[in-house]
């Protein structure tokens, strides 16, 4: 049954505006040699690229109802759906909707996999008091999202047993994997269109060579699919190790070993049909200090049984975002290796040409994603700390930020599905303030909340500049007065001072806490003091 949102909590889910960036420069193709990413002056010039999809359909339904879904178990009514609302203007109100959640308990660290026609969520853990004392307790129980109708149904009893030591998921296209370690490796496959589940043996000889942790039990490791085979990473003494399974017959065999530090086989990993994308985290272990200036990026082919490597095309890049689309795999965000300072670079690798291709910077930083990215009807969304979800439409080359899961804390966890005309989560865990000023986490929201997208996120294209004039992209500081100015192309601390009537010195004094200055990236936002210097710059008078 719908249950009316609290009007408290509506207003307070609706006071977080997105930010819209009027700005995404345009893009260059190049490949060979590495670039630097601590001046912008170092990159290549950039020319349009046309990405080869079509702009996308504006679709009714982006506004959605909430109500709120705890314990139960049963099957949702037929009117425990999401009903659609439409938009005069095709653009989000920027605010995120309660809508109906599961009719199961809220819980924390379950499996999330977004399928084709919507969103599968099993296990994870409650706590529960048990003896008078907080305990984890394991849930058994699931439910499928068919976001085409706004539907949640109960899955039936899964042929594995859920354990609070994690558990992970992967899609096939046609089903979903299901990966259990302890007390024992367990794999079962769900298929959304019949709604049942198939267990997968798991032979004698693969639970032999199942690697195990330090403390003997089976480890959960991490899974992808790739070549029609299920890719399960794990790291165990201090060295990478990847087994491959057939869904269908349960057949495995040891894959090559990765040429990576075990680290590199947790984050900035992504698939295509049919390779495996592993980016280096560029550290080393012992002290976490940068290797070198090469970023590897590991490609691994299930067919061919053979791993090749590229490299990004920026040096000490380490970005946030790495997922496969169908323009290829997007790096984007993320950080510089040395100095950590956040970037908003991004680009397109193409694997038939091992070639990179510079795509809009992003709009806001994304120092790390907390879940991994949702590729969906040819976007990009992923969210960070903030909770604030940004997202990439491949068609427009442009970027869209979006607002605050929760308006005043960060999320500590958080999974994201796609719905018709936006995003959806659930069970989201936020960090929770006490009263001596630290914060806790992770109790999960019992609330599901969606978020409606624009239709078309457009592609902001810089003015043309006049002739004899340098660039100035939309700032309150224009040359010789001060303010905000962003960084563009071929902008380096040398020519922004001289553009100013500054000294580097005092353009470096201005912005002393700004952790962007030092990375010096097209797209980052700096201050600009008053002119200090008693005669003004030549091409101010």
């Known amino acids: 049954m719908n249950e009316v949102l609290d009007s408290d909590f509506e207003r307070s889910l609706r006071a977080a505006l997105a930010e819209h960036a009027d700005r995404a420069p345009q893009a260059p193709e190049w490949s060979g040699s590495q670039r630097v990413l601590t001046a912008a002056d170092d990159r290549p010039s950039r020319r349009w690229v046309t990405v080869a999809a079509s702009i996308l359909v504006a679709i009714a339904g982006v506004g959605l109802l909430w109500a709120m879904g705890r314990g139960g178990g049963t099957d949702t009514t037929p009117s425990d759906t999401i009903p659609p609302t439409s938009t005069a203007d095709g653009l989000t109100s920027a605010a995120w909707t309660a809508t109906i959640a599961p009719s199961i308990a809220p819980r924390a660290g379950y499996v999330s996999v977004p399928t084709d026609g919507g969103w599968f969520v099993w296990g994870g853990w409650t706590t529960q008091i048990v003896d008078n004392q907080p305990t984890d307790v394991s849930e058994q129980d699931g439910a499928y999202l068919e976001s085409t109708t706004g539907t949640w149904r109960t899955l039936p009893a899964a042929p594995i047993t859920n354990d609070i030591r994690a558990a992970a998921g992967v899609w096939t296209g046609t089903e979903v994997i299901v990966i259990v370690a302890y007390p024992e490796p367990q794999i079962a ?66 894959a090559p070993e990765p040429p990576v530090t075990p680290d590199d086989l947790i984050d900035n990993v992504a698939t295509s049909d049919d390779q495996l994308f592993v980016v280096e985290a560029g550290q080393r272990n012992s002290d976490s200090a940068c290797i070198d200036e ?83 009807q040819g976007r990009v969304a992923a969210v960070g700390e903030a909770g604030s979800p940004i997202v990439y439409d491949i068609a427009n080359d442009a970027w869209w930020n979006g607002p605050r899961l929760f308006p005043t804390t960060d999320v500590g966890d958080v999974a994201l599905a796609a719905v018709p005309g936006g995003i959806i989560t659930w069970s989201a865990s936020p960090f929770t303030p006490a009263a001596d000023g630290s914060f806790s986490c992770c109790t999960p929201e019992p609330n599901a909340a969606s978020l409606a997208l624009p239709s078309v996120i457009p592609h902001a294209t810089p003015a043309e500049p006049a002739p004899g004039q340098p660039a100035s992209p939309s700032t309150s500081a224009t040359a010789c007065s001060p303010g905000r100015y962003i960084l563009v192309q071929g902008d380096t601390p040398s020519t922004v001072a001289a553009k100013f009537g500054l000294t580097v010195d005092e353009l470096a004094g201005a912005n002393a806490n700004n952790p962007g200055f030092d990375s010096f990236v097209v797209g980052t936002e700096i201050a600009i003091p008053p002119v200090a210097a008693a005669t003004p710059n030549p091409s101010c008078t």
């Open 189 to 254: 496959a769900f298929d959304p269109s019949t709604f049942k589940w198939r267990r997968i043996e798991v032979s004698d000889d693969l639970r032999a060579a199942w690697p195990r942790g330090d403390g003997g039990h089976y480890s959960t490791g991490f899974q992808r699919f790739a070549g029609g085979r299920l890719l399960m990473s794990f790291l165990t003494n201090a060295r990478p190790v990847l087994i491959e399974v057939d869904p269908a017959t349960g057949d495995w065999s040891l």
């Open 294 to 376: 090469s970023t590897p990026m590991h490609v691994f082919d299930p067919a061919a049984g053979t791993w090749t490597t590229v490299f990004l095309p920026y040096v000490h890049w380490q970005p946030a975002i790495v997922a496969w689309t169908d323009a290829g795999l997007l790096a984007a965000g993320g950080r510089v290796c040395d100095t950590q300072a956040p970037v908003r670079t991004a680009a397109l690798f193409d694997p038939f040409t091992s070639t990179w291709t510079d795509v809009a910077d992003m709009t806001a930083d994304l120092p790390f994603v907390i879940d991994t990215p949702l590729v969906e």
